[in-house]
C-alpha cells in the first residue's frame, strides 16, 4: 500500500488546513489509518487515530481542535485542522496498519508552518 499525504501549507496561527492521504488501493480487513507529526530532533508522535469503523482516537493536545476523518470508498483519511498554533508546525505523516497481518505502511509526510 503506497500513501500520499496532501494539504500541507502555510497558515497564520488561528487558521485551519486540511490534510488528506489517499491509499494507493481498497484497504481491505481491519485496519487502523492514523496521522502523526514530526519536529527535528523529536520522534514522531500520533496525533488522532481512526479505525475501519469509524472509531476515532485524538491525543489531548489536539482535542477539539483536529478532527480525523475517512472515506472509505475512495481509500483516504482526512486530517482537519483548526485553530492551529506555532508549535502545531511540523512534518505531518499518515499511516495505515493492517491488523490482521500486522503490517504498517506511511505516507511521505506533508509540512505544516504556522506562523504567530
Known amino acids: 500500500v503506497q500513501l500520499q499525504a496532501s494539504g500541507g501549507g502555510l497558515v497564520q496561527a488561528g487558521g485551519s488546513l486540511r490534510l488528506s492521504c489517499a491509499a494507493s488501493?481498497?484497504?481491505?480487513?481491519?485496519?487502523?489509518m492514523g496521522w502523526y507529526r514530526q519536529t527535528p530532533g523529536k520522534q514522531r508522535d500520533l496525533l488522532a487515530a481512526i479505525t475501519d469503523d469509524g472509531t476515532t482516537h485524538y491525543v489531548d493536545s489536539v482535542k477539539g481542535r483536529f478532527t480525523i476523518s475517512r472515506d472509505n470508498a475512495k481509500n483516504t483519511v482526512y486530517l482537519q485542522m483548526n485553530n492551529l498554533k506555532p508549535e502545531d508546525a511540523a512534518v505531518y505523516y499518515c499511516n495505515v496498519h493492517l491488523v490482521s497481518l500486522g503490517q504498517t505502511y506511511w505516507g511521505q509526510g506533508t509540512l505544516v508552518t504556522v506562523s504567530s
Open positions: 488501493r481498497n484497504i481491505f480487513g481491519i485496519n487502523i
